[in-house]
Structures are given as structure tokens and as C-alpha cells.
């Protein structure tokens, strides 16, 4: 079984979408659907259960830790991490266990924008190489349960770029795999924001990251730095 666990807070507007096309794509009895909702006001609890997903209340907000919940409460063999905005690639099942089989205990997928601006093409071009700086928890990310233990999950210091962390010590340990398929990403952070500015948000942050620089102050600059609606 694969265990699709999503983190939200304030994703109304998106996760009855998502949960309705990880259900159409899936073939009966090989997905469970967990949405970790932080105490979303909006009603995307109420949204993701009408949907057919099992909603599970956060104990602690924090992308980091309600992955780690989803985690802990999931049935699957292969946890599948999703971000509430994100459009799953149909074939997401098959291609997931296929790369498992193929000895890959972890993966994510290329991305291209729901926008055809041709700098964000650019972005969504460089998502087929390796390399830290081109992944991101918007590509989605497949872990085998097993070694998602032996990593001990997200590390839930990092309040900002737990996905960039996770990656890293998956690299010193096994095979990451990149599907060369796309998942859609929302492009709204650049519609909101320049795309100059986002990539100089980004680059800040990535600097912040390296030189060790505490997650709470890489969160701060970064929102900071950046319009949200």
C-alpha cells in the first residue's frame, strides 16, 4: 500500500481537487489518503473528508511535524508526501512502485508550472538534474517506510526547507530517484511576487541553509522577503 500523507493549513480552495485525482488515479485498495490539518479555519478539514481523505488533526503545527505524524499513523510500505497545491502525476502508483522495485527507496518527480511564462519554464527545466538546489518538497517525494525510519522522519527543527534537509541524508544513504515525469506546481508565488524576487528569496534562504543559520531566522527572512495572499 502506498501512504499519501498531505500537510495543510488553509488549503480549501485546493485539497478536495487533490484528494478527488489521488483517488481517480489510484486502483482500488493501493492508496490511503491522510491530510494533516494544522486547525485550518478555513475548512479544509471538512473539504479533504467530503473529498474521501482521512483527516487526522495536527498535534503540533509545522510542515516538518505533521509529516512526521501523517507518518506515524500510516499504513503503507511507501510513504508519498504531497503539498496541497500540487497536481499529482496520473500515473503516480505505477511509477512510484516501479522505482521502488528498481531498488530506488526514495524519489520525487520533475515539475513544470501551471503557468507558460518562460522563465518559470527555466525553473521547471532544471528539475531534471540532480543536485540539492534543484529538488523541493512542490516536486512531491516518495520514501519507503523503512527508510524513512532509518532516517528517524523529518527533522522538525526545520521549520522552513525540511524537504531540502530529508533529501540531503536520503542522498548518504540510498538511491534517489528522479521520475522523468511532471508533477503540475502552483506558480501562484510568482504571480503574487516577481519571479526576480522569488528566486532572490530563494537564494537567501539557500544561503541561510548552508552556512547553518538557525531555521526560524531562514523562515523570518524569507516571508520577509516575500508578498503572500
Same mark, same amino acid.
Given at each position: 500500500?502506498? *501512504? ?6 488553509? =488549503? ?11 483517488? %481517480? ?6 492508496? =490511503?489518503?491522510?491530510?494533516? &490539518?494544522?486547525? $485550518?479555519?478555513?475548512?479544509?478539514? =471538512? ?15 509545522? +510542515? ?12 503503507? &510500505?511507501? /510513504? #508519498? /508526501? ?27 518527480? %520533475? ?12 525553473? *521547471? #527545466? ?7 538546489? $534543484? +529538488? ?17 522522519? /523529518?527533522? =522538525? ?18 538511491? /534517489? ?8 506546481? $502552483?506558480? +501562484?508565488? #510568482?504571480?503574487?511576487? *516577481? ?32 508578498? #503572500? %495572499?
Amino acid at each position: 500500500m502506498l *501512504s499519501v500523507i498531505i500537510p495543510t493549513y488553509n =488549503e480549501a480552495a485546493n485539497i478536495g481537487r487533490l484528494v478527488a485525482d489521488l483517488r %481517480r488515479h489510484a486502483p482500488p485498495g493501493t492508496v =490511503e489518503i491522510l491530510v494533516v &490539518d494544522a486547525g $485550518s479555519p478555513d475548512g479544509t478539514a =471538512e473539504v479533504a473528508r467530503a473529498a474521501g481523505a482521512t483527516v487526522l488533526p495536527a498535534p503540533k503545527p509545522g +510542515r516538518a511535524a505533521q509529516l512526521n505524524y501523517g507518518a506515524s499513523q500510516a499504513r503503507g &510500505d511507501v /510513504f #508519498y /508526501f504531497v503539498h496541497a497545491d500540487v497536481g499529482i502525476h496520473p500515473g503516480y502508483v505505477a511509477t512510484i512502485a516501479a522505482a521502488v522495485a528498481q531498488g530506488h527507496a526514495a524519489g520525487c518527480y %520533475r515539475f513544470r508550472f501551471d503557468s507558460p511564462h518562460p522563465l518559470l519554464r527555466i525553473n *521547471s #527545466y532544471g528539475t531534471r538534474f540532480k543536485g540539492i538546489m $534543484s +529538488r523541493g518538497g512542490d516536486q512531491t517525494l516518495f520514501v519507503t517506510r523503512a527508510l524513512f525510519e532509518q532516517l528517524g522522519g /523529518f527533522n =522538525e527543527r526545520f521549520v522552513i526547507m525540511e524537504d531540502f534537509e530529508i533529501i540531503q541524508r536520503i542522498g548518504r544513504l540510498a538511491s /534517489f530517484h528522479i521520475v522523468p515525469l511532471d508533477v503540475v506546481v $502552483s506558480a +501562484r508565488k #510568482y504571480e503574487t511576487n *516577481s519571479w526576480l524576487r522569488v528566486q532572490l528569496a530563494n537564494l537567501t534562504a539557500f544561503a541561510m541553509y548552508f552556512l547553518k543559520l538557525p531555521p526560524p531566522r531562514i523562515a523570518r527572512t524569507y516571508k520577509a522577503l516575500l508578498n #503572500y %495572499r
